[in-house]
């Protein structure tokens, strides 16, 4: 009995650990097999076995015909998500900015931001084209699907950098003020460059919240597909090892946005840790 | 004092461009469905008079009826697994894992998938599924069945395998934040006040990562509710949810119907998202049980 | 001789005078970290003890040890006589403030004070009963109901001590316990413990890094360095008999001298140091051995005289008050400090910049004889 609670406990935390590593196995192993199976043989089919192992379907994916070309949406989605990105990063940093302002109805602008994410995106995308349908707009990627992706990715970024501003030490702006900065002057050079983080984390927000947003776009587009849209029609069309590479790729490139903004997230903090021994 | 003065004009003049473009975008279209779903008459336009003709239609037909039903129901089921499986995912990383460098190696595993398109870890699980899929390959090679399962794919229960995949990160990030912000003094003076473990647990650690919890819940809830691309993926065209009735409204032109079926979406999603701010206000953190 | 001695250790804990806490030998490691190493210590009944020392001197390793909060690697602790070593917190006889109290964000301080005594099983209405009691003991009945965001740091202390003491414990641990307290509150509260201690019988354990607290407040000090203890004792014995350099360099007002002996005889050494030969009365060291001194700062006087045998000529550097003392800063010749203090009422003979022949007398002089237990 004498040691039987550390034994219990430990017998809680194999249990518990075990249900993690089941979980992230059971969330990994169809991006993995995705991954695997997009590499088939050219007869290879959807599922195993994979017939051989071969480059076949990502040439398909490359000298693809209009029909199936997943260039231009990627292209398109690329832009579009880069846009949202700065648009996130401008407009949340100002928001959050006001924030702090504590103007009036802030309360209310906080749960307009929180309608965004909250609001489903088919609802979202649906409503705004009919709105646009009765104005007469035309839908096309690069105008509607815009606007309507900011509004999904601006909450995030706004969400973040409120959390980044609550744990901001404003005692240093008021040390620049102090020593004579405007206020202007005092946020370029003293708070944006403590606040880099969050806003790049902002940004990362946009780019892959865009780059990968579909219910919105599917409403809103118009005639020139983005990313997802293209893959949803392929899917309906036929289901490849196509499909697979395609979504392999696409998977690739958000794992390296992601690798490559934590790791200057990571150099950041690194150089002001140093900076500050 | 900061760069940025309280209650001054410039606090309020940044944040009309975002609160614009929120209204915009977000409050007028939804605005707009609502009042498309009382239009009436036979073309479709403003001049149209108002009518709640298009609800007793929906309502007059079980079959959406019961739609919305199962609807409701598979999110409450996903809700209460991805709970589960998400604090005790949350418990491990947070508790448990001793050594920093593995904490965050399982947690990066955890979260990384989160940064990469639903839509394709959607069609990720159909290999998965399918009769000749991975899942039934391996229950014959196991010898567990003799003949593959068609009960994987284009089902309910294919559906939700593959939902908890995509939401359990949900549920379980805001526990880890709560889990994070409980002192190790608190448990350990709950222990010195003589309650072992699991009485620490159920009155210290769980009321304190309660609003974790119902923030979690309520991000499932809009997702789950929401996620019409995993039913269409996963579920082929066998089964619809809610907001894939919308679609199929909207394919069809029956635009009226279609926002119909969208007020009400967003009425469930509103009562949700309410009565769980009722049960947890997530401002005032920690309130008494 | 070997029956009788069995015969002791056989014997029922209440036939011999019973400790309410020792620990034997206590060693704990983090790693290639030594924080706990062979820490032993008797307590007995109804004792106020502090375990003083600098920060990461193993003294909160020490406590949390006592607690079953962390486990030791080696040694035995006995609580009331009974072997605890593995005991989990919650069987030991114990109850524990930490430093920043520790009070459950989400309980009313009712709630929260009664806390202890559900956990024991103990009827709802005489859980409120007592609770109300112990309330109106500790002056916080009015914040029955109020949860701890809305309590001051004074009103937390009482609530955490409150916590701690309903369920009666044989030894409260006590982590720094007055630390995140305003210094305008620290000395009424410590009077108030001391009186509380007492009343109650139950031993303290204290954890302080705070001399003062531990002379004002312990009936045994112990002082920790390097995760061992250098020395346990009454507070007058460790101010007047100070066992090792560190810890009369530890201790205020202590001027400490390393050097060796070059002659020994009729219990008395000849110390030679950076700044002379000085005699210092002790038996044990050899001739050529290293040993340390010390002589405290308000025995040493400009007014030489026959008796004043131990002498050395310094620069005053600086003039300070502390509270009725004057302390004279000098400069010794090895390059350390030398304090000198006179009582602050009578008229200042030294300022500073001025040198001057300092001395005090062989017999006020203390030879660090190592760790006593």
């Known amino acids: 009995m004498k040691l039987g609670w550390k034994l219990r406990s430990d017998i809680v935390g194999w249990a518990l650990g075990t249900l993690t590593v089941v979980f992230l196995a059971y969330q990994w192993l169809p991006i993995l097999t995705l991954g695997l199976l997009s590499f088939a043989g050219p007869t290879g089919g959807t599922t195993f076995p994979m017939n051989g192992v071969s480059l076949h379907w990502y040439a398909e994916l490359w000298k693809a015909t209009v029909m199936n070309d997943f260039k231009p949406p990627l292209v398109r989605s690329s832009l579009l998500a880069a846009a949202c990105a700065l648009t996130t990063i401008v407009l949340s940093v100002m928001s959050a900015q006001a924030m702090r302002g504590r103007f009036r109805g802030n309360n209310w602008f906080f749960y307009l931001m929180l309608l965004g994410i909250m609001a489903p995106g088919i609802l979202v995308g649906f409503g705004f084209a009919v709105l646009m349908r009765l104005l007469g707009i035309e839908l096309a990627w690069n105008t509607t699907t815009f606007l309507v992706q900011v509004s999904w990715t601006l909450p995030f970024g706004f969400l973040t950098m409120l959390a980044v501003f609550n744990r901001f030490d404003s005692r240093v702006e008021e040390a620049a003020l102090t020593l004579g900065a405007s206020r202007i002057t005092a946020f370029r050079r003293i708070t944006l460059p403590l606040i880099l983080p969050g806003v790049i984390g902002a940004g990362l927000f946009g780019f892959s919240l865009s780059y990968d947003e579909y219910p919105r776009s599917m409403f809103t587009t118009g005639p020139d597909q983005t990313l997802p849209l293209a893959i949803m029609a392929q899917l309906d069309r036929q289901l490849t090892p196509e499909i697979y590479a395609i979504g392999t790729t696409t998977t690739a490139f958000s794992l390296i946005a992601v690798l490559m903004c934590s790791s200057a997230l990571w150099a950041m903090r690194r150089s002001t840790s140093a900076r500050r021994s | 004092m900061s760069t940025i003065r309280a209650r001054s004009a410039a606090s309020y003049w940044l944040a009309v461009p975002a609160a614009l473009w929120m209204l915009g975008v977000v409050v007028v279209p939804i605005v707009l469905l609502a009042w498309v779903s009382l239009w009436g008459g036979r073309t479709f336009s403003p001049a149209s008079p108002l009518t709640f003709d298009n609800y007793t239609k929906f309502f007059a037909n079980k079959t959406y009826l019961q739609l919305a039903l199962s609807t409701v129901g598979h999110t409450a089921v996903l809700m209460a697994v991805t709970g589960v499986l998400g604090y005790g995912i949350a418990y491990f990383l947070t508790m448990k894992v001793r050594s920093p460098r593995w904490r965050l190696v399982l947690f990066l595993a955890f979260v990384v998938p989160f940064w990469t398109s639903t839509l394709i870890r959607g069609i990720a699980w159909v290999p998965f599924l399918g009769v000749n899929g991975v899942i039934n390959q391996a229950l014959i090679f196991t010898g567990a069945t003799r003949s593959p399962i068609e009960a994987f794919l284009y089902s309910r229960f294919g559906i939700s395998m593959a939902q908890a995949s995509l939401y359990t990160m949900m549920a379980a990030g805001p526990v880890v934040y709560m889990l994070n912000a409980i002192q190790p003094a608190l448990r350990e003076a709950a222990m010195t006040l003589k309650a072992p473990p699991l009485v620490v647990f159920w009155r210290i650690v769980f009321p304190l990562t309660l609003p974790g919890v119902v923030i979690g819940q309520v991000l499932v809830f809009l997702n789950v509710m929401a996620d019409f691309a995993t039913v269409a993926t996963v579920g082929g065209n066998k089964h619809a949810m809610l907001p894939n009735l919308v679609l199929l409204f909207y394919e069809g032109s029956q635009h009226r119907a279609a926002s119909v079926v969208a007020v009400l979406l967003m009425a469930c999603m509103l009562i949700g998202v309410i009565a769980a701010l009722r049960v947890v206000d997530i401002r005032r953190l920690g309130a008494d049980r | 001789m070997d029956a009788l001695a069995q015969a002791v250790r056989e014997a029922p804990a209440t036939a011999r005078p019973q400790l309410d806490l020792e620990l034997r030998g206590i060693r704990k490691r983090y790693g290639g970290f030594t924080a706990v190493d062979g820490v032993s210590l008797k307590v007995p009944k109804g004792r106020f003890v502090c375990l003083l020392g600098p920060s990461g001197c193993g003294k909160t390793t020490t406590l949390r040890c006592v607690a079953g909060l962390e486990d030791p690697d080696d040694g035995d602790i006995l609580i009331g006589g009974k072997e605890a070593t593995r005991d989990p917190p919650w069987e030991r006889d114990i109850a524990m403030m930490f430093q920043d109290f520790a009070l459950f964000p989400h309980m009313t301080v009712a709630k929260q004070v009664g806390f ?85 019988g139950i031993s303290f354990i204290w954890v302080t890094h705070d001399q003062n607290e531990a002379f004002s407040l312990g009936d045994l000090v112990v002082v920790m360095n390097h995760a061992r203890i250098e020395q346990q004792g009454s507070p007058e014995e460790i101010l007047q008999r100070p066992a090792t350099a560190f810890v009369a360099s530890f201790v205020q007002g202590n001027n400490v001298f390393h050097g060796r002996v070059v002659r020994a005889g009729d219990g008395l050494l000849l110390v030679e140091t950076a700044c002379g030969s000085f005699l210092v009365p002790g038996r044990g060291p050899t001739i050529g051995s290293e040993v340390s001194f010390s002589v405290r700062a308000e025995l040493i006087t400009d007014l030489l005289a026959d008796p004043h045998l131990n002498r050395l000529a ?26 000198v203090d006179q009582f602050g009422a009578y008229a200042a003979r030294i300022v500073a910049g001025q040198r001057v022949e300092l001395g005090w007398r062989p017999q006020d002089t203390v030879l660090h004889t190592g760790s006593a237990e």
């Open chain 3, 314 to 339: 310094a620069r005053c550097t600086a003039v300070e008050y502390f509270g009725s003392l004057r302390r004279h800063v000098f400069e010794r010749p090895d390059g350390e400090v030398m304090k």
């Open chain 3, 116 to 200: 202890g005594l559900e956990m024991l099983k103990k009827p709802k209405a005489a859980i409120a009963e007592r609770v109300k009691q112990v309330l109106a003991s500790f002056e916080i009945a009015q914040l029955a109901d109020r949860k701890p965001a809305n309590l001051s740091g004074g009103q937390r202390q009482r609530v955490a001590l409150a916590r701690a003491m309903i369920t009666e414990p044989r030894i409260l641990l006590l982590d720094e316990p007055i630390g995140a307290l305003d210094y305008s509150l620290r000395e009424t509260v410590m009077l108030e413990l001391k009186l509380l201690q007492q009343r109650t």
